[in-house]
């Protein structure tokens, strides 16, 4: 496979998305911090650099959390025993989990309840029987509010499968002993790292409406198939062995799947969407787009590789 370094466009991947309810989102959260025993971080396991903002680690430096690695089985299980392993190095509490999986309830709530059972026990020794209150965060689109909901088996978060559908902080009652903060993804005010911004897109953290689709999908191919040629060749047989400019997969996987408009143009707008929609669902590949040993490389090298 050769491949030059550049789309067939001069664009650039300069994402500055901090509209008006992540302001707010923001200010929720320092806000209602003092409300809460514990912070559960959940981040989509393809990729937890790029989900980690920055910004948590200030608003929540002085309460315990945890970090659940969600939609793990999206990646691979080499990857997640490897994030794992760095986060505990980092020591930090980190466990990996199927938020839309039947035994998620069950351990999801283990977890909390062990993070905070030196808290309940300082309020049992003075004889009270307190209520633990988590609130759990993160990125946009991660799977929060599947989580909150499957904990407290019904629907009383809104879900939804792109970002921003939960605006408010929403308190989800799941035991008499347990209440949950489901609260609105937060992204940082620039995501002046490329690759991280790439990945963030690539999981639907980042509204489609503001980004190039065709570039997001196209770059995604590439980077597939750096990782996992077989799986991505396999879905979209007939990619270009190979090609110039990643604008070319598209154009394979429009041959792959009939879209072509009259005049034998091809509907990459199409295949962008495709190729965006079954990446999210797992229906392309397993595995990650960051490994704990690409973390340096990553963060000293801000610019994309298009």
Same mark, same amino acid.
């Given at each position: 496979m050769t491949e030059s370094n550049s789309i067939?466009?001069?664009t650039r991947i300069?994402?500055?998305?901090?509209? =008006?309810?992540m302001a707010k989102a923001r200010r929720m959260l320092e806000e209602n911090i003092k409300l809460?025993?514990?912070?559960?971080?959940?981040?989509? $396991?393809?990729?937890p650099l790029a989900c980690r903002n920055p910004d948590f680690e200030s608003l929540f430096k002085n309460k315990i959390r945890i970090v659940i690695m969600n939609k793990s089985d999206l990646s691979s299980s080499e990857n997640n025993k490897a994030? /794992?392993?760095?986060?505990?190095?980092? #020591?930090i509490t980190a466990f990996e989990l199927v938020s839309t999986a039947a035994s998620a309830r069950k351990i999801a709530v283990s977890l909390i309840e062990n993070a905070g059972r030196d808290t309940i026990k300082k309020y049992l020794d003075k004889g009270i029987r307190k209520v633990l209150r988590a609130m759990v965060i993160g990125?946009? @689109? %991660? &799977? *929060?509010?599947?989580?909150?909901?499957?904990?407290a088996g019904a629907s009383r978060a809104q879900v939804g499968d792109r970002p921003g559908v939960t605006r408010s902080k929403q308190w989800v009652k799941v035991s008499d002993y347990l209440e949950l903060?489901?609260?609105? &993804?937060?992204?940082? #005010? *620039?995501?002046?790292?490329?690759?991280l911004a790439m990945h963030l897109a690539y999981i639907g953290s980042i509204r489609d409406d503001v980004l190039d689709v065709e570039l997001i999908a196209s770059?995604?191919?590439?980077? !597939? /198939? /750096?990782?996992?040629?077989?799986? %991505?060749?396999?879905?979209?047989?007939? !990619?270009?062995?190979?090609? @110039?400019?990643?604008?070319? /997969? !598209?154009? &394979?996987v429009c041959r792959s799947r009939g879209f072509v408009l009259s005049g034998g143009v091809f509907d990459t707008e199409r295949a962008s969407r495709i190729v965006l929609d079954e990446y999210r669902? =797992?229906?392309? $590949?397993?595995?990650? !787009?960051?490994?704990p040993d690409e973390i340096e490389s990553i963060l000293n090298k801000p610019n994309y590789d298009k």
């Open positions: 067939n466009t001069d300069n994402i500055n998305w901090y509209p =008006g309810h809460v025993d514990i912070v559960v971080e959940i981040v989509d $396991a393809r990729c994030w /794992l392993r760095y986060f505990k190095l980092q #020591g990125v946009p @689109n %991660v &799977g *929060k509010s599947t989580l909150i909901n499957r904990i903060m489901d609260t609105p &993804g937060l992204l940082w #005010g *620039k995501l002046e790292n490329e690759t770059m995604l191919l590439k980077d !597939l /198939l /750096l990782r996992c040629p077989e799986q %991505v060749r396999s879905r979209y047989k007939k !990619l270009p062995e190979e090609f @110039n400019t990643s604008y070319e /997969l !598209l154009e &394979g669902a =797992g229906k392309i $590949a397993f595995t990650a !787009l960051e490994t």
